[in-house]
């Protein structure tokens, strides 16, 4: 069993909270929500179908609830939100009660942000169940819904009062999904000078989790730093729109994150030795492919990158380099156009 303690920067009060990681580790539940103090009742905000049931988690003395919400981005609504905050009051939860969070990344981000809202806001614990969401979802503190309108375009900082990763759940998570988690992984080999692959499992998602952590509260509201963690993501939305989405976000990760490597050496940033890393990371290590499919032409791939930013300047993008992973501004068009119709060729 791991555990990394996330510090987050307070104005006198302690806001820090601890992430534990293992197999088995959802028998700790109980143990994190107690640390909050003076907890009554739970609330257990879940999906069908996620392996976790409410009696492994350890939530003996307190009183439980449990509240199922839908499967898919649909239910990522404020809709769901409304109701599950209906329902917690029928639960009787009051504000030094606590929400636990059980399931993916939607799951963690519907339930962090109902509990951000209700009563103005009463304590989170996170159990991610998906790889991604260990990794990424669950830390940081970002919670949030959709709107027809877009993705996410709702939502709050809301910080966990911790967070429990039991790997036994991945057991159960269907390839596909396994697959996206991988994707977001493996752009954490690059961000910081850890051996990664030398790492167990458990190991590894904590230090994914501490690297996270680490980078959002150098900057917790989204401004500089935390770009970072966006590395490989520019083409990589751009493919999911192209694709309509039959692009997994991670799966477009995983071909961006190579994409970045490939567009840094063109620039002189890194030499071949370096992208040749991130397609070990990528193809061999975590069999994901590397290879741009055909969603679009360089010239439409490019005005998707550009889209919503200023692109008068050229393309900001996130780039390896002489001194790590930055972000870095002003990328000529013109190079990334041909860099991608040279890769669409190939
Ligand atoms: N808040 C953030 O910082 C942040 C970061 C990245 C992504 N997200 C959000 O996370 C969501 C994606 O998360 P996700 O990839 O975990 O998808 P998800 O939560 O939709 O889960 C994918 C599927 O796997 C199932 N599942 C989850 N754990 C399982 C398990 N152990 N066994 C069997 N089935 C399981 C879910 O029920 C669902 O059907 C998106 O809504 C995205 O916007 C948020
Ligand atoms: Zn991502």
Redesign the pocket.
Known sequence: MRQVTVALPSNGVDRSYEVVVGHGARARVGEVVGSSGGVRRAAVVT?E???LSVGDLGLDGVSVSRHVIG???DH?SLDTVGRLCREFVEAGLTRSDVVVAV???????VA?FAAASYHRGIAVVHV???L??MV??A??G???VNLPEG??LVGAFWQPAGVVCDLD??????ER?MR??LG?MAKYHFLTGDDLQAMTLVDRVARCVQIKAEIVASDERESGRRALLNYGHTLAHALEVASQHSIA??EAVAIGLVFAARLAERLGRIDTARVDDHCRVVESEYSLSAHIPPVGTADELVALMARDKKAIDGLTFVLDGPDGVEVVAGVDAEVVRDLLADLLSS
């Open positions: 999906q179908g996620i392996p499967d898919g981005e990522k399931g993916g990344g939607m799951v963690t981000d962090g991610p169940t998906s991604l969401g990424d979802a830390i940081g970002k919670t949030g993705k996410n759940a991945l057991d159960t998570l269907p999904e996206c988690g977001e976000h991670g």
